[in-house]
């Protein structure tokens, strides 16, 4: 018989793995072997202290009114404290010059957004 690559066909591939089909061992090997599987979930910038914040800059943006201020990790520091988390601080810099007040404490105040 003639060989099938001399016919000018591709020879036979493996089927496709389908849901219910055993998941091959070179998958569950590349899976051990990643180092970012490894490592620990990152933590949210809102819930990080101050002093583990590597940033220069931190920023927080209201989701009502648009408005997003800014200051210096520096300056954050030095005046609310390098244990105080950042949603803290975010929330009193946007308090202190919001906009958004109907004289309702449940929809007073801006939403804030960390950056």
């Known amino acids: 018989m003639a060989d099938s690559a001399a016919l000018g066909r591709d020879p036979p ?7 219910a089909d055993e998941v091959p061992a070179e ?5 051990m ?7 620990s979930p990152r933590l949210s ?3 990080q ?11 927080v943006g ?10 210096q990790t520096a300056d954050a520091v030095r005046l ?7 949603k803290t601080v975010g929330q009193r810099l946007l308090d202190n010059t919001c906009q958004q007040r109907t004289g309702r404490h449940e929809e007073d ?3 804030p957004s960390f950056e």
């Open 62 to 71: 209201c989701r009502r009114c648009g408005r997003i201020v800014e200051i």
């Open 13 to 19: 591939r493996p089927p496709a793995i389908g849901p």
């Open 45 to 47: 910038i809102r819930t």
């Open 109 to 111: 105040g801006c939403w």
């Open 27 to 31: 998958y569950w090997h590349s899976m």
């Open 33 to 39: 072997e990643d180092a970012a599987a490894d490592a």
């Open 80 to 86: 609310y404290g390098a244990e105080t988390e950042w």
């Open 49 to 59: 202290r101050l002093s583990e914040i590597p940033r220069h800059l931190l920023r």
